[in-house]
């Protein structure tokens, strides 16, 4: 029999034992796949930040560094990793003393797991970073300028105050940064100070080597005078002259800097970072306070609008990490590069903007994408293929000329490189024909990617290598996630938005709503469509009509309602300025003059007419003289549309003009001629005047002429044309100039053919 007890046990101590086997010492992977999903977590979480530095360096600015450096040497010690901090610094003015305690505050020693870079960039206006400011970096571990920056000359041409230059010596002595020492500080600091570069020979036992060293005059005395075997003196700076020094002089003494570089990648290469951890982080420090935006379905003027006020409240508000969630396959090509420009130009040291890629970012969207300062793509996700196109004759999509090709290359090419991406791979987007290659830097082991063209303008400086085989000819250049991340467009894939979130460093918590269309860009939407358009223009064709046949001034309302709500909503919708609102109201001002100030129908009327026209037309589309076919099929549609309103509402006033005087209430709003007022019917056959022993209108020249200087009271309104009753007649009267009452007694003043003047007595 089976002893079910002492089965049991036996059980239970083969599966313990089964699972402690299993589980191990929990140190090392279990294989080789989870060692490399591990090493990409770690190259994810890789520790460093990057910091503009803005002048004048402030409370706030000492606190955004320290805030940065402590958290970095926390999360460090946590992991027991090398943290990075790269410290962007520009020309600028600052105080001596702000920035001392900010350079001591990043040479303590608690700081130990932290390296600090100072970068120092090619300044906008070719000027030298100088002043205070270069005493930060020299207060940093390392210092990396590029090849045509100048840095130095910290006293801007007086020697620095005795007090300040010993601070800055002590600074520099704590030999933090091994290319940098005391000589070299002074010669910045005093005009007068000559600075030499010596080679020292060493001699250890039977052993000789040589060691370069940068010294004053007094130093090498000393250096003398200790019998030193010295083999070369090189004056590196004169009595005299200013201290600078330029990134690619300084690499050659070798001094001052460890790397020359031209752009943020290549400091993320040289350190082996992922570039989107040197990219500027508004939310360094703390918690973002993020927003979210959906860019999905065609691009056009609406979606355009409706992101640009959204942008608009993220940089009135605290927001400080925009991210787009972009998923279309393009629309507009003047739509995209705007909003791509818009996203690029967003201050870096406020909001940070990433691009959130889940399934595809093509044509127009790839350029919205290519604005922003960081791109997370799914690793299948595709991004590329910005070729524009136009419509051709019989609805025919063919490639755009090459004008357009050339003026999008320009504009991508911009984006790349004010975001550090390789500006080739950029421009392959939009032209099949650009072959991109990858190159080798001659100097390093640097990766970058080019054209022939740049390849051929560094003169050597690139190696050229194998082709990129997406940019092939006849092929424009579109990849998924993981190959955007291999050529440098875009950060490591992302697997999900959880992932994501995390990434940003979006507490779990925080709740992060998408903006979408709301009703009223559902409206604006709706009001754009031709459907709309045409509602618009024949209504307020419509009221215009009914309002010059009635007194009562409610369908003057509703024409100015439907031309409000026409430009409100072409307004947002982006097709609309203030362009197009001031020609209208001058068009509507200059009918206005030659209706009621100026008599008759010439100059002002028919410049008005075509002001107005002109301003409907403009505001319907998004340029002024088409210059593709597509542009022009849009143009015909505009006039199209306002053509058959037009003739609409043609139709509709000559059904009117026959049925109005019967339509309840309306028959009471218009001038109805007297055998009407009497309750005559209009289809009852009447009497001529001369029989039937009634009045008529004047119609003839003859019968005009004898009105001259008779007085009659006035029918209806002068406005200044309306009707008069002259001599027991009803006379179609205009006023010699303001407006006249109703009922007002008037007196004839001239007559010129059927045309009647009239003066109120």
Request: glycine content about 8%.
């Amino acid at each position: 029999m089976i002893d079910w007890k002492s089965f049991r046990w036996f059980s239970f101590v083969f599966v313990l034992l089964l699972v402690l086997s299993e589980r191990g010492t929990g140190q090392e992977p279990k294989n080789e796949k989870d060692g490399k999903a591990k090493a990409k977590v770690e190259k994810k979480r890789a520790l460093a930040a990057y910091i503009t530095i803005t002048s004048p360096i402030n409370d706030a600015v000492y606190a955004k560094v320290t805030n940065a450096a402590a958290e970095l040497q926390h999360q460090a010690e946590q992991e027991g990793k090398q943290a990075t901090l790269v410290l962007e610094i520009n020309r600028g003015t600052s105080k001596f003393g702000q920035v001392r305690d900010l350079a001591k505050e990043l040479t303590l020693a608690r700081l130990a797991r932290l390296r600090t870079i100072a970068w120092i960039p090619e300044q906008k206006d070719g000027k030298p970073v100088d002043g205070n400011n270069v005493i930060l970096a020299l207060a940093c571990k390392e210092i990396i300028m590029h090849p045509d920056a100048e840095m130095g000359d910290i006293g801007r041409g007086e020697a620095v105050d005795p007090d300040e230059r010993d601070s800055v010596v002590r600074l520099v002595q704590k030999r933090h940064n091994r290319k940098v020492n005391a000589a070299l500080a002074q010669g910045m600091m005093d005009p007068q100070q000559v600075v030499l570069r010596i080679k020292l020979e060493i001699a250890q036992g039977n052993n000789k080597t040589t060691e370069s060293r940068v010294v004053t005059p007094e130093e090498l005395k000393r250096l003398r005078d200790n019998r030193a075997t010295i083999l070369d003196v090189e004056t590196i700076k004169e009595a005299g002259t200013i201290g600078t020094l330029s990134g690619s002089r300084a690499r050659a003494l070798d001094v001052l800097v460890v790397l020359n570089a031209e752009r943020r990648s290549d400091i993320a290469d040289h350190y082996n970072l992922p570039m989107e951890s040197l990219r500027e982080n508004a939310t360094i420090g703390e918690a973002p306070k993020a927003r979210l935006i959906r860019i999905e379905g065609m691009i056009e003027p609406i979606l355009e609008g409706f992101v640009e006020r959204e942008i608009r409240r993220a940089e009135s508000s605290d927001v400080n990490l925009l991210i787009f969630e972009i998923d279309s396959p393009g629309g507009y090509l003047l739509s995209s590069t705007n909003l791509a420009n818009r996203i690029a130009d967003l201050d870096p040291e406020k909001i940070r903007t990433v691009a959130y890629i889940p399934k595809m970012a093509l044509s127009g969207a790839a350029i919205i994408a290519l604005g922003c300062s960081e791109i997370y793509l799914f690793p299948d996700a595709q991004i590329g293929d910005a070729g524009p196109i136009e419509m051709r004759e019989g609805g025919q999509f063919e490639r755009a000329p090459e004008k357009i090709v050339g003026h999008l290359r320009e504009t991508l090419a911009a984006l790349a490189e004010k975001k550090g991406r390789p500006k080739a791979l950029a421009e392959a987007m939009a032209d099949k024909d650009l072959k991109v290659f990858q190159v080798r830097h001659s100097d390093s082991d640097r990766v970058w990617f080019m054209s022939d063209e740049e390849i051929h303008i560094s003169n050597g400086e690139w190696i050229k290598g194998r082709l990129v085989p997406e940019s092939k000819e006849e092929n424009l250049l579109t990849v998924n996630g993981r190959r955007a991340h291999e050529l440098k467009i875009a950060e490591v894939p992302v697997e999900d938005w959880v992932d994501m979130r995390q990434r940003m460093g979006i507490p779990e918590d925080a709740k992060l709503v998408a903006s979408q269309r709301t009703w009223v860009d559902t409206l604006v939407y709706f009001l754009n469509s031709p459907l709309a358009l045409f509602l618009l223009f024949f209504l307020g064709g419509a009221c215009i009509f009914l309002e010059l046949h009635t007194t009562s001034g409610f369908f003057g309302i509703g024409a100015a309602v439907c031309f409000s709500v026409f430009f409100w909503s072409r307004f947002l919708g982006g097709t609309a300025g203030w362009l197009e609102i001031v020609l209208f109201v001058l068009g509507l001002a200059m009918i206005g003059l030659e209706i009621f100030v100026i008599p008759g129908f010439g100059v002002f009327g028919v410049s008005g007419g075509l002001l107005v026209m002109v301003a409907l037309v403009l505001a319907s589309q998004t340029f002024v003289i088409p210059t593709t076919s597509g542009q022009v099929n849009d143009m015909v549609w505009t006039m199209g549309t306002l053509s058959s309103s037009i003739c609409s509402v043609i139709v509709l006033a000559m059904i009117m003009s026959k049925y109005l005087p019967r339509m309840p209430l309306l028959n009471h709003m218009i001038l109805a001629p007297p055998y009407m007022a009497d309750g005559h019917d209009l289809d009852e056959p009447q009497l001529s005047p001369e029989f039937s022993g009634q009045s008529s209108i004047a119609g003839t020249a003859a019968d005009s002429q004898t009105l001259l200087s008779k007085q009659g009271v006035t029918m209806s309104v002068l406005r200044p044309a309306g009707k008069a009753r002259i001599d027991d007649r009803l006379v179609d009267v205009v006023s010699d100039g303001p407006f006249i009452p109703e009922g007002s007694d008037i007196e004839v003043v001239e007559v010129a053919g059927n045309r009647v003047v009239v003066r109120q007595v």
